[in-house]
């Protein structure tokens, strides 16, 4: 689903910055296009390079079907239905980490041009996408990229990607992101700042069904960085052997998922990997580790994964709420008492996300490192 390599670097930037940096834009190197996943497909392949092949224990085999995680429709979410979604919110938080949202308020409108707007660019000569690639050796550096780490030996996922950096407003560059299609720049704002909304009622949402004041989680996080990363899953000669998106939990708050019609998610669930159904005009909504460590574990992220086939391609649009890098989180004093011990040590955000860079995701290894003995 998500992807933990997208997240908040260094890279504040002011107004100012934006034309300068838009000249810079269109410096190509074509041999970059030897590292994308596409090009390997248009190159006519009938199998995969080794460096994408994973270990047999974590291929995707022993699938259990398909299931439908919960579908929360959120039909006056500030009205009379609040209590009703509240509590369902609530038990899939504390069940799955994960759930779907329906009637969730997004502009049909908006969804659709950023998945029309989104797969343009992927469609466009290898060139042209090149002059936007991320920069080379620079973690979470925005734009056209593959490789979720800067490690010469990372196994390697079958996905392109292009991130975006969109929230704080100190983080958006619009000027260098794509002009073609020419309506791109005004799709990813306009999808922004309709994430940006809905991840702060569901913010609220989960608050409130922890007993705490809806602003806590909020107030919590700081001033959040958002990230949109457009995910382009080509079609794979032999997808028995690797995966879109290698397994991992979210290091952020939420993460809220725009997928394809076409089947791709798996979540992990008491130790059994679980495909979920796509729901028309869903959004899905997973908890990172943050999330976990502010709920004193009442609430877990939970271990996700992309896979891939060989008939057709798929695009997904992931949004991460993170905490601002400089924020620490602990858990709610609210959460913590006799019956529930305090689980996690306190974390300084961007030393979470130095961690996670130099280690790699491993599914939840890193969040593990935070557990308290008992």
């Known amino acids: 689903m998500s992807c933990p390599c997208c997240r908040p670097g260094g890279d504040s930037s002011d107004g100012e910055e934006e034309e300068e940096e838009e000249e810079d834009v269109g410096l190509l190197d074509m041999s970059a296009m030897k590292d994308r996943v596409q090009y390997l497909v248009d190159s006519g392949i009938s199998q995969i390079p080794a460096a994408f092949i994973r270990p047999v224990d974590e291929r995707p085999l022993g699938v259990k079907g398909f299931d439908r995680i919960p579908v929360v ?38 969804l659709d041009v950023m998945r029309k707007d989104g797969r343009a660019f992927f469609q466009q000569p290898m060139e042209q996408k090149l002059k936007y690639s991320c ?36 983080r958006r560059r619009s000027g260098n992101w794509p002009t073609n299609p020419p309506s791109f720049r005004d799709s990813v704002v306009k999808y922004s700042d309709q994430m940006k909304w809905l991840a702060e009622k569901i913010l609220e949402l989960i608050s409130e069904s922890l007993g705490l004041p809806g602003t806590y989680l909020k107030e919590a996080l700081g001033e959040v960085s958002q990230n949109v990363s457009v995910n382009y899953y080509p079609v794979c000669p032999q997808p028995d052997l690797t995966l879109g998106l290698q397994a991992h939990s979210d290091l952020g708050a939420i993460t809220i998922l725009m997928q394809a019609d076409i089947p791709g998610l798996q979540v992990k669930k008491d130790d059994s990997w679980i495909a979920v159904e796509p729901v028309e005009d869903a959004l899905v909504v997973n908890l990172g580790d943050m999330m976990e460590v502010l709920t004193n574990g009442r609430y877990k992220s939970v271990e996700h994964r992309a896979v891939v086939n060989s008939e057709r391609d798929r695009l997904s649009i992931a949004t991460f709420l993170d905490p601002a890098k400089d924020r620490t989180l602990s858990p ?23 961690a996670w860079y130099s280690k790699g995701p491993d599914g939840k290894r890193n969040i593990d490192n935070l557990i308290l003995p008992l």
């Open 135 to 170: 920069t080379p050796g620079v973690i979470a550096s925005e734009g056209y990229g593959s490789k979720m780490l800067t490690k010469d030996e990372q196994l390697l996922d079958w996905r392109d990607y292009y991130d975006l950096h969109t929230l704080p407003m100190s």
């Open 73 to 110: 429709d959120m039909s006056e979410v500030d009205g009379k239905g609040r209590e009703r979604i509240r509590a369902e919110v609530g038990k899939a938080c504390e069940e799955w980490g994960f759930f779907q949202v329906v009637n969730h308020g997004v502009k049909k409108s908006v």
């Open 332 to 354: 709610a004093k609210a959460l913590v008492d006799d019956k529930h011990p305090l689980l996690y040590r306190d974390v300084l955000f961007s030393e979470f996300i130095s």
